[in-house]
């Protein structure tokens, strides 16, 4: 494959999403031209304010349901590179389908489209998630791009619906990612385009989308908040995380559309491990007022149980520089402020 350079076309789906919107600045930042796609018009007026300044770089399309077949056919014409993030982030579902239908046929739609239509396409990158990496474990262990969460996926398939939904979400971004793979190595003679993963941990870091009410914001953010707010218990708050720079997750994106040898690999990306009571302790370092304190320190020394390996994300993608939790925190703080969040005033 040949290096993709600014200012060739970026396809990003879901541009209105958390991640999504700081990919497409990234990209557009870096000189590269952005087509997104959002489900509806209404969706995506906030993106039009941050972007219409890069003129004819920026496009937004409307892609209305990425299931079906076909609803990807018009968007990917032209472009040079896919990254597709549109998936459903949550742990509300009720039901498998109503996450594992919109991640794998999301996906399978999109590479279906490229394969019909994409001649100017050179890469698709996907992006999945540790969670189709690591799987539970109550002994500490190493995971790297070798590693697939099975575990959620043959839990889902034994228990169903009552797998809860954060097996649902587990098992719907492993799916989803095997598809892709899958779907690859199935037209691996037809296609002249390869495909690159980035699988970020829980991704933190300020939001450029609107999101006017707690209820709005994403799942990641979502955490730092209820656990500055409270609504952690002592033993949630013992337990461990995996967490990214929202900024260094995108820059992935971009690094990985021009990096030749990311082609064919997935990438694991991660700013560090944490425990949730090291999000209140970076409060109380901060001097944030009204957080509660839970025990504090009492995480240090204690060994993480899930290590992520990013060896590949610093070869391939030079991303090398790990970004302190209180950074994100205060920077997560700064955004509920100025949103006027319950517990956060200005
Ligand atoms: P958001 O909820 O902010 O954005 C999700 C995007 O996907 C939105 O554009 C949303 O559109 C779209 N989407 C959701 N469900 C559907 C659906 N059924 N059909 C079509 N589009 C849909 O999530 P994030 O930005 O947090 O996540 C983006 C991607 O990154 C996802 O693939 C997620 O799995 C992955 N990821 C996120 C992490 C994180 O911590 N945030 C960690 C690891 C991976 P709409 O607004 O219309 O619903």
């Not at 600014?6 to 031209?33: C, D, F, I, M, Q």
């Not at 489209?113 to 698709?124: D, E, M, Q």
């Not at 700013?271 to 001097?287: K, R, T, V, W």
């Not at 993480?304 to 993608?317: Q, S, V, W, Y």
Request: aromatic share 8%; net charge neutral; proline share 5%.
């Amino acid at each position: 494959m040949v290096a993709i350079s600014p200012p060739a076309k970026v396809l990003v789906t879901g541009a209105n999403g958390y991640l999504a919107t700081w990919v497409l600045k990234k990209y557009l930042e870096a000189g590269y031209s952005v087509r997104g796609t959002v489900r509806s018009l209404s969706k995506s007026a906030f993106l039009n304010d941050k972007f219409a300044h890069y003129g004819d770089r920026f496009e937004i399309i409307v892609v209305e349901d990425i299931t079906k077949d076909g609803a990807f056919d018009e968007a990917v014409k032209g472009v040079d590179t896919i990254a597709h993030t549109a998936s459903p982030f949550h742990y509300k579902s009720t039901h498998p389908d109503d996450l594992i239908i919109p991640a794998v046929r999301g996906t399978t739609s999109i590479l279906n489209s490229a394969l019909k239509h994409g001649s100017t396409l050179k890469r698709v990158i996907l992006t999945s998630s540790v969670a189709a990496v690591r799987e539970h474990t109550t002994v500490p262990r190493v995971f790297n791009e070798s590693n697939w969460n099975d575990a959620a996926v043959e839990r889902l398939k034994t228990k169903g619906s009552g797998a809860g939904p954060s097996t649902i979400y587990l098992a719907s971004k492993t799916l989803a990612e095997k598809a892709a793979w899958e779907f690859v190595a199935a037209h691996r003679p037809e296609i002249l385009w390869d495909l690159v993963v980035i699988n970020p941990p829980l991704v933190f870091g300020p939001s450029l989308s609107p999101a006017p009410t707690v209820d709005d914001i994403n799942t990641s953010q979502r955490e730092i908040y209820d656990t500055l707010t409270g609504a952690r218990t002592s033993a949630q708050l013992q337990a461990q995380g995996n967490w990214v720079h929202v900024s260094v997750a995108s820059v992935a994106h971009v690094r990985a559309t021009h990096a030749v040898g990311a082609g064919g690999q997935r990438i694991i990306v991660q700013s560090g491990p944490f425990f949730f009571q090291d999000l209140l302790d970076s409060a109380a370092e901060l001097g944030i007022p009204n957080v509660p304190r839970g025990e504090p320190g009492s995480t240090k020394g204690i060994s993480f149980i899930i290590n992520l390996e990013t060896k590949k994300a610093e070869e391939l993608l030079g991303l090398t520089t790990a970004t302190p939790l209180k950074d994100a925190v205060a920077e997560s703080v700064e955004d509920f402020k100025a949103r006027g969040y319950p517990g956060f005033t200005a």
